[in-house]
C-alpha cells in the first residue's frame, strides 16, 4: 500500500492517493484513474512525454526496481538517465530521480510525484 502525491504546476493543489503496490498497473493508469493529468502520447515507453520526477518520502531505502529497457533507451535519448545514475540502478538497486509514468510500477512506499504538464519536459528541479 502506498500514498502517492502528484504535483504539477498545471494542477490547483496537489492530490495524495492511496494505492495498493503491485495490482493497478502503472502508475500512468493510476493517475488516469484520478484524472491526474499527466502527459501521454504512446503509453509504451517510447516517446518520453509521460516524464515524471519520483521523489521517496520517509527514511527507508527506496525498494529495488527494474527499469525497462524502454525505460533506459528513452530517458538516455532523452538526456534523463545518464550512464552514472543508470550504474546505480542497476548495480547498487538505487532508482533513479527521472522515470516514465507508463513504465513504472508502484511499490509499496510512499511517493512524491512531479511533472511539468508539457509532455516529456522535466518539472523544475530548484522547486
Ligand atoms: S507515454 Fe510515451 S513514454 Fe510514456
Redesign the pocket.
Known amino acids: 500500500m502506498a500514498n502517492i502525491t502528484f504535483s504539477s504546476p498545471i494542477m490547483d493543489k496537489d492530490v495524495t492517493v492511496y494505492a495498493v503496490a503491485g495490482d493497478k498497473g502503472t502508475l ?1 493508469a493510476i493517475a488516469k484513474a484520478h484524472a491526474i493529468p499527466i502527459p ?11 516524464l515524471i520526477k519520483v521523489t521517496f518520502l520517509g527514511n527507508a531505502r527506496p525498494k529495488a526496481m527494474a527499469l525497462t529497457d524502454k525505460e533506459k533507451l ?1 530517458l538516455s535519448v532523452n538526456g534523463k538517465l545518464s550512464r552514472a545514475l543508470l550504474e546505480k540502478a542497476e548495480v547498487e538497486d538505487l532508482p533513479p530521480p527521472y522515470r ?3 513504465q513504472y510500477i508502484v511499490r509499496d512506499e510512499d511517493i512524491l510525484v512531479e511533472f511539468s504538464g508539457e509532455a516529456g519536459v522535466e518539472i523544475d528541479l530548484r522547486r
Do not use: P, V
Open positions: 500512468l501521454c502520447q504512446c503509453q509504451d515507453g517510447e516517446c518520453g512525454s509521460c528513452t516514465l509514468a507508463c
